[in-house]
């Protein structure tokens, strides 16, 4: 390709501003390029919370959004998946005391799927019992702010720490803890991929029952 068709190519890009959900105040998360729209879906965008805030001390949560519609020279993303960082995470662990993680999938009202880490920190060396036990809670006490939020609510919970503060006040109960995190959180299907997938299940299941000749 000569330089003249490699400089039109590049001319010919569009730059499109690529924006937060509305959750998250529509926020400007960066620039993208593509000569065409339709190559702009799908691509995904990294920033931490404190660049959304201008916090640092939230810079150790990552945030993840896909971009799923393109205007004239806007691209809207939805929240993909939320993470601590490995050197936060790290900076909690301590010699002598436990480190109890569940992985918890659950439903919201408006049947968004989403899996949830939590993990609690222990102050010293908690016994298999009763790391179960903070364990059990930290699933029932997750499925059950599931069962009571839709997708938006729950993922507000999980960013500004509402659910964990949540688990840590009842876990702290069963053994002294350090802290209790959310370290991942990820939207694992749409409403409507979760409907497909019931249809499917039905469907087999119907297959499975036995009838009489």
Same mark, same amino acid.
């Given at each position: 390709?000569?330089?003249?068709?490699?400089?039109?190519?590049?001319?010919?890009?569009?730059?499109?501003?690529?924006?937060?959900?509305?959750?998250?105040?529509?926020?400007?998360?960066?620039?993208?390029?593509?000569?065409?729209?339709?190559?702009?879906?799908?691509?995904?965008?990294?920033?931490?919370?404190?660049?959304?805030?201008?916090?640092?001390?939230?810079?150790?949560?990552?945030?993840?959004?896909?971009?799923?519609?393109?205007?004239?020279?806007?691209?809207?993303?939805?929240?993909?998946?939320?993470?601590?960082?490995?050197?936060?995470?790290?900076?909690?662990?301590?010699?002598?005391?436990?480190?109890?993680?569940?992985?918890?999938?659950?439903?919201?009202?408006?049947?968004?799927?989403?899996?949830?880490?939590?993990?609690?920190?222990?102050?010293?060396?908690?016994?298999?019992?009763?790391? +179960?036990? $903070?364990?059990? #809670?930290?699933?029932?006490? @997750?499925?059950?702010?599931?069962? %009571?939020?839709?997708? !938006? *609510?729950?993922?507000?919970?999980?960013?500004?720490?509402?659910?964990?503060?949540?688990?840590?006040?009842?876990? +702290?109960? $069963?053994?002294? #803890?350090?802290?209790?995190? @959310?370290?991942?959180?990820?939207? %694992?299907?749409?409403? !409507? *991929?979760?409907?497909?997938?019931?249809?499917?299940?039905?469907?087999?299941?119907?297959?499975?029952?036995?009838?009489?000749?």
């Amino acid at each position: 390709m000569s330089e003249r068709s490699v400089s039109r190519a590049k001319q010919e890009k569009r730059w499109y501003t690529v924006l937060a959900p509305e959750q998250f105040d529509r926020q400007e998360l960066g620039e993208t390029p593509a000569d065409e729209p339709e190559k702009v879906y799908d691509r995904t965008i990294e920033t931490t919370l404190g660049e959304l805030t201008n916090n640092a001390s939230e810079n150790n949560t990552k945030l993840t959004f896909k971009i799923t519609d393109v205007g004239s020279d806007s691209a809207y993303t939805e929240f993909k998946e939320h993470s601590l960082t490995r050197d936060y995470l790290r900076s909690l662990v301590r010699r002598g005391a436990s480190k109890v993680e569940a992985y918890v999938t659950v439903l919201t009202t408006d049947d968004y799927r989403v899996q949830i880490q939590p993990v609690a920190f222990t102050t010293k060396k908690a016994d298999a019992s009763q790391e +179960k036990a $903070i364990r059990e #809670l930290m699933v029932d006490m @997750i499925e059950e702010a599931a069962a %009571e939020r839709t997708f !938006e *609510e729950l993922i507000d919970s999980v960013v500004e720490g509402r659910l964990s503060s949540g688990i840590y006040g009842e876990a +702290k109960t $069963i053994y002294p #803890l350090r802290r209790v995190e @959310i370290q991942k959180t990820t939207l %694992e299907a749409h409403p !409507e *991929e979760v409907a497909e997938e019931e249809a499917t299940a039905v469907d087999v299941d119907e297959d499975d029952v036995a009838t009489d000749d």
